[in-house]
Every structure is written in structure tokens, then in C-alpha cells.
């Protein structure tokens, strides 16, 4: 019995709850039908503020003074918009200018710390033109360019394409000093190190003729046959006559000497090699003519200054110089047919002139002419160096001073352009000014009231507008709950009846059941 009477209060708790069910389906389908009332009273409210504002609309838009209004305030956009191009492109002008300026005034700048007096001297006049020209760029302002001048600016172009040649000159001469100072410093090391060895630094034709009469004469007589640099074979007495014996031996202190057996034999390989080889101005001294002469040496001459071991140099030593006098006054100079003064003025056929100072600059006669040459080659090295460091760095500065750019064709076309299109910027200004005054004197106040009532239409036509997306959206959602009722919650309270009541029909006998109905219910 008691298992009974609990299915029995399941199956009836069941059929409650549908009953409940049915009665929220009919309260749903009563609000949602006075929500689609509400949502289309609503609509209808804001289909006529819409209309009600577009009526305004056209109203504001057939007014005359908005259509004054409206055409004025275009023309003074238009207006704007032209005078802002115009002010960009003289801005742009302006600022291009006075940059071409800053960048040549700071090249001719740097150009003139970098060149020496005579160049200055011969760049005076374009540098001058040149420098007006930058001033002529930086001076320009777009409250100026009227005063703008395209003549002037071609004149400009020629004197900038005149000064880049002289860069492009100036830089070439430099590279070229710097090559030659590499290739110098290079000759002095070499020097240096031949020196470091004892071995002096004869001019390379000389050394190739010597080596080439040693390997002819050794070919010949299968023995080495000396050859002699006359220089090497002598020494000076008296330092004090070193650049006086240097100087008037000259290129003759670099003749070749051989045994006078030997002559012939070198002066044909000499002969035959002096085209071919360019072997020229060498001499080849023949010593056996030599020492078959009566040779003088007179007292006070150079000959006594000069000592040697080598009977060959000793005898041609005495031709060349037996009878130049030593004098050291140059008052006394013309006492003698031929004389010489430690600083070399020499006197010779009634003539009196000075040597120059290169033909002893270098010392080559003597054991100390070693000594004197790694002197005077290291100290010209330390100046060599000096020298090529500075012409590097000219170089360099020059290399980028080439690069400056010369105003072109293009650019004179834009400056010119520019300044054309700013010729109508006043008067734009002025039509300006009279559009914003003629706008400024506008009675809009009528049109400010219609704008005021079509901003309420507007502002009420949102708010319908709103209210009708909640009206939507309450439906929809009052439309989800009825289906899940009916679809879901429904069938599912009613499967629940249908179970228990097979339930109760299977488990139970009916009389039993109607009694025991009967009994609960007493």
C-alpha cells in the first residue's frame, strides 16, 4: 500500500506540473502578444520621426541661406586646400634651397682650408661668385620668392659645375702626389735596406750596363773581371771640398772603369746593347789612353783632395780635376783659369756660376758617403712620410668634396614650377578672407532652428529605435521559453505520467487500486 500511494503522488505531481506548464504557455502568449503590440506602436513612432526628419531635411536643404552657406563654406574649403598646396610647395622650395646652401657653404669651407695660397689666388673670382650664390640660396624666404630669379639660378649652375671641375682637378693632382710619394717611400726603404747592406743606390741603367760588361768579359776570359763605379774607387782628404769635388764630378763620378786590356772588350758590348737596353750618358772611361798621357796635377788643385789606392781612379782623377783650383774666396775665382770655392761657385772660360746644390745633395765618394746617404735618406723618409700622410688626408677630404652635387636642369624646372604656382597665393589669401567675412555676416538662424528640431527628430528617432531592438529582443526571448516548454519540458512531464501510470497498471490490480483509492480517500 505504501508503495503505491507514493507512485500514485509521483504520477500526480506529473500531471501538476503540466498543468503549471499550460498555465506559464498562456501567460507567455499573452505578454508576447502585448509586446507585438508595443514593438509596432513603436515602429509606427519612429517610421514618422524618420519622415518627420527627412520633411525637415529637405526643408534645411531648399532654404536658400543653407544653400548660400553650403556654397560658401565649398569655395572656402577649395580656397584652403589651394593655399595649403601652394604653402607646402614654397615651404618645400624654402627648404630645399637653403639646404643646397648649407651644403655648399660648408664645401667651400672645407675647400678652402685644404688649398694653398697660389690656389686660392687662382680661385678668388669663382669663390666669390660661389659664395653669393649661397647667400642668394639661403636668403630666400616664401614671404620672397618673387624675388626669385631663374637667371640667377643657371648662373648659380655654371659657377657649381666650374668649382666641381676644380675639385675633380684638385683631386686628381692629389692622387697622383700620392702615388708618387708611395712610390718614393718605397724607393727610400729599398735605399735604406741596400744601404744596410753597402750598397749604394746607382740609377738602374748604370747597375744593368756594369752587371752586363761583367758577365760579357767572364764569358770571354772564363774569370771575373772587376768593373768600377769611379766614385767607389776614392776618398776625400778634406771634408771641406766634399761638395765641391761631388759637385763638379757630377754624373762623371759614376763613369765605369776597366783594366785598359779589357776596354775594347766592354766598349763593344756596350755598343751593342746602348739601343736596345737604352744604356745612355754612361761612360766607359778607357784608362789605358790615360796613363799614357803626361797628366799634371797642378798644386792647390781638387786632385789633391782626393786619395785612392786604384792607379785607374788615381789617373782619371787627376785628368778631371788636376787643374780646377782650389780658392776660398770667390774674389780670387778669376786669379785661376779654373777654380772652385767650397761652396761651389766655379770659375772656368772667363764664366763664374754657381752649381747646383743637387749635383752633391746626395754624397757618393768616399767610405762615409754611406753613413751620409742612411742619414739624408732616413731623415727624407721621416719627411716623405710626413708629406704622404698629409696628401692622404687631403685626398680623402677631396674625395668627398667631390661629391657635392650641382643644382640641375630638374631642379631649376621645380624651383621655377614652385614659384609660378605661388604667384596667385595672395589673392587666394584675399579671396579667402572675403569668404570667411561673407559667411561670417550670414543670418542662420533659421537654419539653427531647423538644425536644433532635426537634432530632437534624430535624438527621438534613436531612442524609438532603441526601444524597438528591446522589444525584439524580449519577444525572442519569450519565444525560447515557450518552445522549450512545449518541446522540451511538456513531453517530459507527460513521459513521466505515462511511466508512472504503466507503472501502477502493471504492479497493481484495478479493483485493489479502486479500493484502495476508496479506503485513502476516507
Known sequence: VQ????????????????????????????????????LTATREQRDELKEKGKKLLEEKYQSDIYQKSQSLSEQKNRLMADITKIEGEMVS??????????????????????????????????????????????DVHQD?????SLDRLTGAKTHMKEYQNRLYQE?????????????????????????EKGIKPYHPKLVELRAEIQAGLQEKYGKEIPVHVFCERLEIRDKKWQDAIEGYLHTQ???????????????????????????YDIGLVDVGKLLGLKLRKEKGSLAEEVVSDDPFAR???DFLLGRVMKCEQVENLRNYWQAISPSCMLYHNFTARQ???????????GKHSLEQQMKINIKERELVSEQLKEAE???????ELVKIEVITDGEIDYFRTAWENSTPYEELKNQLAEVIETLSRLDLTVLDQINRKIKQVEKEEEKAEANCQEFYKNINRLELEEKNIQEEKIPSAEDKVAVVGRTIAENYDQEWVKETGKECCV
Open 3 to 38: 508503495q503505491y500511494l507514493m507512485d500514485r503522488a509521483e504520477k500526480k505531481q506529473a500531471e501538476d506540473t503540466i498543468l503549471h506548464l499550460q498555465k506559464q504557455l498562456g501567460e507567455i502568449k499573452e505578454k508576447s502578444e502585448e509586446l507585438s503590440d508595443r
Open 315 to 317: 789617373a782619371f782623377a
Open 171 to 195: 683631386l686628381h693632382d692629389l692622387s697622383g702626389n700620392v702615388r708618387e710619394k708611395r712610390k718614393k717611400l718605397g724607393q727610400l726603404k729599398n735605399e735604406i735596406a741596400n744601404l
Open 93 to 138: 622650395l624654402v627648404k630645399k634651397m637653403h639646404n643646397i646652401g648649407y651644403l655648399w657653404r660648408g664645401n667651400l669651407e672645407a675647400f678652402s682650408k685644404n688649398i694653398g695660397p697660389q690656389d686660392q689666388e687662382e680661385t678668388t673670382h669663382l669663390m666669390t661668385a660661389l659664395q653669393e650664390d649661397i647667400v642668394y640660396f639661403l
Open 144 to 148: 620672397r620668392l618673387k624675388d626669385l
Open 355 to 365: 752649381l747646383h746644390p743637387d749635383r752633391w745633395k746626395v754624397p757618393y765618394i
Open 393 to 399: 688626408a687631403r685626398e680623402k677630404i677631396f674625395s
Open 253 to 279: 763620378k759614376f763613369y765605369l772603369l776597366v783594366a785598359p786590356e779589357y776596354f775594347t772588350d766592354a766598349l763593344k758590348i756596350y755598343d751593342r746593347l746602348k739601343f736596345t737596353r737604352n744604356f
